[in-house]
T-cell receptor, first 112, second 112 residues
Framework: NAGVTQTPKFQVLKTGQSMTLQCAQD?????MYWYRQDPGMGLRLIYY???????DKGEVPNGYNVSRLNKREFSLRLESAAPSQTSVYFC???????????FGEGSRLTVL | QKEVEQDPGPLSVPEGAIVSLNCTYS??????FMWYRQYSRKGPELLMY????GNKEDGRFTAQVDKSSKYISLFIRDSQPSDSATYLC????????????FGKGMKLTVNP
């Protein structure tokens, strides 16, 4: 049982390059989330999708876009990467409401 | 004042010690309180979940919520080296998981 799968696990970008982080869950969850985790800042919500077909901004959405491709998949796109986007990115899913979040193992992104 | 405050530590204890981890919060509307555990280079996983006030026990772990003091605690009895991880508190008012506010996390090391 894979749970939440993120790809890639590591990525190095140059300033201005674009990339997409992929996330897929196999638990038939309704809600999916993208967080970033930085030292001293904790987990901060970037975007979320409460259900298939909907997406909403979280706490730190600037510089990112998302797509809820279907119920299983939720991607995060950096259109023009900046050094401030160097972080560890976590995708998570939940049944919905205030429920347990299931996290992926993270994607470590460095922007030079 | 931040909504959720958590001492980031680090905290180092000998095996078998009782560990107390704490968070304070400012939003009196918070009703759902969680503790997540995050091993190094992994995603967070839910450890304990409490609704409203009171205590909840699960094996060696006890979660306490004191809403009058806006203070939550996680106690670990007979701590083990396998408990070495970062512990994040999270809380939410009545609403969806997108409203979760995380503490910054406390890094715990249990020495054999």
């Amino acid at each position: 049982n894979a749970g939440v799968t993120q790809t890639p696990k590591f990525q190095v970008l140059k300033t201005g390059q674009s990339m997409t982080l992929q996330c897929a869950q196999d638990m038939n969850h309704n809600s999916m989330y993208w967080y970033r985790q930085d030292p001293g800042m904790g987990l901060r919500l970037i975007y979320y999708s409460a259900s298939e077909g909907t997406t909403d901004k979280g706490e730190v959405p600037n510089g990112y876009n998302v797509s809820r491709l279907n119920k299983r998949e939720f991607s995060l796109r950096l259109e023009s990467a900046a050094p401030s986007q160097t972080s560890v990115y976590f995708c998570a899913s939940s049944v919905g409401g205030v429920r347990e979040l299931f996290f992926g193992e993270g994607s470590r992104l460095t922007v030079l | 004042q931040k909504e959720v405050e958590q001492d980031p530590g680090p905290l180092s204890v000998p095996e078998g010690a009782i560990v107390s981890l704490n968070c304070t919060y400012s939003n009196s509307a918070f009703q759902y309180f969680m503790w997540y555990r995050q091993y190094s280079r992994k995603g967070p996983e839910l450890l304990m979940y409490t609704y409203s006030s009171g205590n909840k026990e699960d094996g060696r772990f006890t979660a306490q919520v004191d809403k009058s003091s806006k203070y939550i605690s996680l106690f670990i009895r007979d701590s083990q080296p396998s408990d070495s991880a970062t512990y994040l508190c999270a809380m939410s008012a009545l609403g969806g998981s997108e409203k979760l506010v995380f503490g910054k996390g406390m890094k715990l090391t249990v020495n054999p």
